[in-house]
């Protein structure tokens, strides 16, 4: 397999992933450059088999031609830098080609809010003492957040270029960011940080409120991603406006022991 960058992606080579996979949002992201990862192919002007790797998640996408030899591979070979997650749904044949011993697992649901789907105006106002700003460089980076931003996007200049993201301070301390990932085809993925003093206020969610508002003044529909454990990530999506659940699971393969991956934290 050969590793390429973003650039060199071509219209052959997208076309192989399937969108109906799960969490496609994020590959597609991976191939266009605004999430930082690897991208391997077979061969680069007749693609039929290729990979993408989402780093801050550790997700590996499968295209193409389906190669249990390659993908094991490649999934090894991903293992020494960090995590790798092969996501699916019940009854997808592709399993049968995942490597053996798996170390952890997870079922999750993803889920969409199209552009203006839904009335986010009880959602938007906050107590004195806080305020809410769409970020830039200034704000960036002051960020407690700005290392995982840099490891998920790969740069701050691509973090600047791509995404969007807002805050809400009380005064000059960072309460919650609330980003969005690159813009997929007028799709963009949504996720929320609230820093631990403030989590169970109710501030993650007029956070997210804010950035939808702004998503949809882009014409931008979201896509939101969590484990059905986090019942109060899926509690605060269906509140905003999120529907057309989709469950999904996941196997996860973590570096060999005694390696040290620097990653997201919570």
Known sequence: MIEILPGQVTPALRSLFDPDMPTMVRCYA????????RIFVDDLEHPMCCFAWEQDDGTLYQGGVKDRHKLRKTVELLRQQG?????FRDGDPSMDLFPPNPEAGAECIELERPVNGSDLTAFMDLPPGFEVLRMGRELKEKSPRLDESLFRYGSLESYLDMTLDVCILHGDEFVCEAG??????????????????YRGRGFGTIAVAHLLKWCDEL?????????????????MARKLGFGNERSYKLLAWFPPRGEIVIGKSD
């Open 180 to 197: 969005a990932d690159m813009d997929v085809g007028g799709v963009r993925e949504a996720g929320i940080v609230t820093e631990r003093p």
């Open 219 to 235: 014409g931008c529909s979201t896509y939101w991603d969590c484990v059905k454990l986090n019942i109060g990530s899926l509690k």
């Open 30 to 37: 991976v191939l266009g450059g605004g999430n930082a990862g």
């Open 83 to 87: 995590t790798v997650v092969l996501g």
